[in-house]
């Protein structure tokens, strides 16, 4: 019965994302063939004459009529080609492929730190209303959201790079003298640790240190204050003053049953501050000069490098279907409603 | 700590084996650290081929350090200490020597004998020639930079034997030569060439976009799109004198701030282009060695387009001149980095040094005065663009022309325009009323910076000035020798004629500027703007 339920649920939200995706691959090339630049001006460089312009524009495609343009790149598509960005010189595919796991592991691992901080500092603000844990928590709220990345994440890489001198050099993923360990999942700690290269590990966990704590601070904000409120919520609930007549534990109260059904809102939370990292992360990616999707797709946006923008866009599109997929599942796990759990 | 004594440049302690624990991925770089050079870059390369369509700006530099071409520049000593190249002076790269023939119809290259593809295989005329058609059929950039040389024609190349190679000239140009040494006609393998062309792509740009095979001073060891390019030493080179560094990484980091700390702590030995603020801030703290020079024949231009009703008035654009706050945009958005343009002495031009200061400086009563003489006395709206590439200058330097047309009654609204649609409407369409433009030219002479921006249709003529004795004199200039009695004269009169037309408004010309480690030496400024690693070694203790 759960089964087969949570089978329909995976089943459903696959056939919804379909129209979702077709609709976005016809917006996006749209949009794109919008952008005010002229790639060919952009692509023919200095010094280039209207002739030596329209030779570039042949050359990629764009005298073509729209409805052409589209059909060809359709065809692509449907053979895995993403195009050749212009702007890198390199198959987009190839570029998602790099960067699009440099992003993730930046962003999983911010989001790790601040779910490490934010879930019990949350926790605490609400069972402590207007004690200093709670002004804290306020705080710290406050101080996260109104920070902009940047700044945090220049002050970081003054303070702790260019004073102290005890964070490593914010050079991208790794340290000049380290070559990247053997791709496996593409995040560089994971594979030190597949390759068994403690070093490497140690390396690209430093380089991730500070970026990491730049998004983290930006994204605890939210997810602090979504678990502060979810638990005032709760614990103020029908429930919770039944389950503390009976005579429970204040901690079998608090963690099975309060934080429990608090927990859904926060994973919601949890998945629009994932998505929102992962899109927003450019500035802290430029800082750092982390190799990520971010910049990436800025930069092609800046030149019009069409194939680039509707790869980046689709793939984004991939993941965030994915990503709520896998969000509605985790409900299931966590509500017991949803699971049919008992 | 132990990283920054493993860079610990030149001519310092090497950092020993057991400071570098972790090294055993990496054993390459252990070898011999002290003699890697660390570069940290903004933009990114995007091909390792020059002539490829789309290849960017900051691509060049593989070109520069990879590649030879025939001849190069020689490099002089400004007064301050800061090396530059020579217009002046050519020298062999590839070529050991090289006549002009007496008619003055064709140049002969001797090549050096000695000189190998990193495959080992022979540098050979039939190389040069294939290089050479290659550039003049590919169409884009190339073929116009090659075109403004008077290099049109693959029957223009001759290999006469495997060390002799003959251009015959459509005509007498002294642009011709100095064209040769321009990152564009750069040597590459005709072998590797012609094995990987395919009938679509007849000049394998697929192959050696990825793939170089030159001759020159660096091979690629590897190329990290996005990230970094790493060059190694080709010990064989015969181009000129061995680099000094074995290895350099190029690291692209994005953020300036970043560059500025990387540079400052010493974890890269050179930030290539520091933007005039920091380069002042630097150099007065004494945090990093800051090297630079002005750009030859470039200029910083507030750009009037003479399709805006107003601008149509020669008066009114005077005015403008007269208008701006020349000294105060210097300081806060050339922050001293560069060569004024302004207040020069008199309306007829002395001497055909280009760029020169044209005769304006800041006169409102004088601006006020023009205006007034016009219909336009009461006043008039005008966008003001520039580039936000180039906002680093560009936003500053708005603010204060806007200020300062304030004061004749213009008022300025400021528009910013991003990257790809800044070319498409002020270069392209020239439909921007007024705003900034920093043309230069490679090829230093007045004539050739004329031919770009004065001449109708010109595509950095974003002015649309159009003037027929200008067209004239650009024409009757543009190949003519220096040293012939009728060039001086008619550059003159260009000179004059931009002085009082005044399309363009010269506002200084700016510097480029590098910090480095004051542990590293030989930085030398090129017209192309790239950081040509080639000449950098550790400073002598």
Known sequence: ?342 | MQRRQFLAGAGAALAGPELLPHLKSSAAWAAAPTDTLVVAVATTINSLDLHRVGTNRPSYQVTVNCYDRLLTFDTKTMPDGAVVYDYTKLKGELAESWEISADGLSATFKLKSNATFWDGTPVTAADVKWSFDRAVSLGGFPTVQMKAGGLLKPEQFEAVDDTTFRIKFLRKSKLTIPDLAVPVPFVLSSKVGKAKATDKDPWATEHFHRNPMGSGAYKIERWDPGQQIVYTRNDKWVGGPLPAFRRVIIREIPAQATRRALVERGDVHLAFEVPAKDAREMKEKGSAKVVGAPIDNCLHVLATNLTFEPFKDKRVRQAIAYALPYQQIFDQAAYGRGAKMWGGPSSAPSSIAWPQPFPYSTNIDKAKELLAQTPFKSGFEVPLSFDLGTAEWGEPTALLIQEGLDKIGIKATIDKIPGANWRTVALVEKKLPLHLENFGGWLNTPCYYFFWSYVKGALFNSSNYDDAEMKQLVEETLHLEASDPAYAPKIKRMIAKAFDDVPRIPLWQPYLDSAMRKDIDGYTSWFHRQPDVRFMKPAKA
């Not at chain 1, 290269?197 to 979504?226: E, K, S």
């Open chain 1, 1 to 342: 019965m759960a089964r087969s339920s949570k089978l329909a649920i995976v089943g459903g939200r696959l056939a919804e994302a379909l129209p979702a995706l077709i609709g976005i691959i016809v917006v996006t090339f749209l949009l794109t063939r919008a952008l005010p630049g002229d790639p060919a001006v952009q692509f023919a460089g200095p010094a280039a004459d209207a002739k030596s312009i329209a030779e570039i524009r042949k050359s990629l495609g764009l005298d073509r009529s729209l409805p052409e343009q589209f059909v060809i790149y359709l065809g692509q598509l449907a053979s895995g080609d993403l195009g050749q960005s212009i702007s890198t010189g390199q198959p987009v595919l190839n570029e998602l492929v790099t960067r699009l796991p440099a992003s993730l592991e930046l962003t999983l691992a911010a989001l790790l730190l601040s779910i490490t901080i934010a879930l019990p500092l949350g926790i605490l603000a609400a069972t402590r209303p207007d004690t200093w844990i709670d002004h804290l928590c306020r705080l710290v709220t406050t101080a996260g959201v109104s920070l902009p990345t940047f700044f945090t994440g220049l002050a970081l890489v003054y303070v702790f790079y260019y004073l102290l001198g005890i964070a490593p050099a914010p050079m991208g993923r790794l340290d000049i003298v380290m070559l990247p360990p053997p791709t496996v999942t593409g995040f560089y700690t994971l594979d030190a640790l597949i390759a068994a290269d403690p070093a490497t590990f140690r390396a690209a966990l430093a380089q991730l240190v500070l970026p990491a704590t730049t998004l983290a601070l930006f994204t605890l904000a939210p997810i602090a204050r979504m678990t502060r409120g979810a638990m005032l919520q709760v614990l103020g609930s029908d429930f919770v003053r039944t389950a503390r007549a009976a005579g429970l534990s204040g901690r079998t109260v608090l963690l099975t049953y309060a934080l429990r059904n608090a927990l859904l809102p926060v994973i919601t939370t949890l998945g629009m501050v994932f998505s929102f990292t992962l899109g927003a992360n450019v500035l802290v990616e430029k800082v750092f000069a982390w190799p990520g999707i971010g910049s990436y797709a800025i930069e092609a946006l800046v030149v019009s490098d069409y194939a680039a923008v509707q790869g980046f866009v689709l793939a984004m599109a991939l993941l965030f279907v994915t990503l709520n997929l896998v969000i509605d599942i985790v409900y299931t796990l966590v509500d017991p409603r949803v699971g049919g759990e008992g």
